[in-house]
């Protein structure tokens, strides 16, 4: 089958999904190494029969919900091009809203500790725009742990210093200038309605067994500050139905300079606060 005549079969099966047009221009640029531009010069190309096969099935777990990212293996984020697999959240843009404010409080020479990490996205964005700062990561998975370990390495061009953990266990005794987290916060009810792909990620970086998905933020401000210098920050991400109460627990936990930052949708995305 002639390259066109392939991208015309894909956008055919592809109907269903919002962009069947840009699907296939995808999945042929990933399986044939080839360009956008490079498809339309070649589009009366033979394509080997074995990659025929690879790009049909990637489209059928297209039709499963399984993400795209989770089919080439990488995802943009801030400007950098991350590894991903099933065993990691694929990192969102709005997540970037985190990324840019702990640049903005970022001043010097600090210590940085990543909670939840995934992917290890947020931390290697910090790193890369700050290479001065001391960064430490930690993730309760294993797996996980070890792509945020290639995408660190890869990308910062240093090793990282992570450890396997859940929360602050890895870190006792270490104090830092800023922590950052995204944890999970989906509840059980909100996770009924999401989409097939988002139920192709991890449940365990998705979902936080409380009512009001706050169980693991909870835990998270109420320790910080046994790990947070004088003056140290913690920034964290949630749904926008969530920061009200966030703010009210991290005044409750002696925080102080509270306030939250929408993302480029307008909502409320991440809070943060500071340690006296």
């Known amino acids: 089958m002639r390259i066109k005549e392939l991208r015309s079969l894909l956008s055919e099966r592809l109907s269903s999904l919002e962009n069947p047009a840009l699907e296939a221009r995808i999945l042929l640029s990933f399986f044939l190494s080839m360009s956008h531009s490079e498809l339309i010069i ?9 990659r025929e096969r690879a790009i049909l099935d990637a489209a059928a777990l297209r039709l499963e919900g399984v993400p795209m990212a989770y089919i080439t293996g990488k995802k943009e984020f801030y400007g950098y091009t991350f590894s991903v697999n099933s065993d990691v959240l694929i990192p969102q843009p709005d997540t970037e809203t985190l990324v840019e404010t702990a640049l903005d409080a970022l001043k010097g020479n600090e210590k940085v500790l990543d909670i939840c990490t995934g992917s290890g996205a947020i931390i290697t964005s910090i790193k890369a725009q700050k290479p001065e ?35 602050f266990e890895p870190w006792n005794g270490m104090r830092f200038n800023m922590i950052t987290a995204n944890p999970p916060y989906v509840t059980r009810a909100w996770y009924e309605g999401v989409s097939k792909e988002v139920k192709n990620e991890p449940e365990l970086a998705l979902i936080d067994e409380d009512d009001d998905g706050l169980g693991i933020t909870r835990r998270i401000i109420k320790e910080a500050p046994s790990y947070l210098e004088k003056g140290g920050y913690l920034i964290l991400e949630a749904d926008y139905r969530q920061h009200e109460e966030i703010r009210t627990l991290l ?19 991440v809070s943060l606060g500071s340690i006296c």
């Open 133 to 167: 700062i001391m960064a430490f990561f930690s993730d309760i998975s294993e797996k996980a742990l070890l792509v945020a370990k290639k995408n660190y390495e890869s990308i910062t061009g240093e090793k990282g210093c992570c450890r396997l953990g859940s929360l």
């Open 251 to 269: 005044e409750k936990h002696g925080f102080i300079k509270i306030r939250t930052i929408n993302d480029l949708s307008g909502l409320e995305r």
């Open 42 to 50: 070649n589009d009366t190309r033979e394509i080997p029969e074995d």
